[in-house]
């Protein structure tokens, strides 16, 4: 079965950085896009980025520059590196796959930006 998990969550100060993982499994990772989606706490889950299979990418205008999100294809592993981090990155971060008319989720990981 489809399974994702994400990874490398955690309490960072303003203008900090993280690098946060997915192992993914139970579907062909190199074939698929891959996202990065984001939840604060009251809100919705917003798309943070986006790798297609041949590594083209998408990023929310508030993310661009300093977050960069990026696949292992050998490893199953999607990253997403934050740097410049800002207290509005504070989140839920998911993993998030579509295949056909579904969409699978991971757990999700903390980050917490505070000083």
């Known amino acids: 079965q489809v399974q994702l998990v994400e990874s490398g969550g955690g309490l960072v100060q303003p203008g900090g950085s993280l690098r946060l993982s997915c192992a993914a499994s139970?579907?062909?990772?190199?074939?698929?896009?891959m996202s990065w989606y984001r939840r604060a706490s009251g809100q919705q889950n917003d798309l943070v980025a986006s790798?297609?299979?041949?590594?083209?990418?998408h990023y929310a205008d508030s993310v661009k520059g300093r977050m960069t999100i990026s696949r292992d294809n050998a490893k199953n592993i999607l990253y997403l590196v934050m740097n410049n981090t800002k207290p509005e990155d504070t989140a839920v971060y998911f993993c998030?796959?579509?295949?056909?008319?579904?969409?699978?989720w991971g757990q999700g990981t903390q980050v917490t930006v505070t000083s």
């Open positions: 998030k796959v579509q295949l056909r008319d579904r969409s699978y």
């Open positions: 139970g579907f062909i990772f190199s074939g698929n896009t």
């Open positions: 790798i297609t299979s041949e590594g083209g990418t």
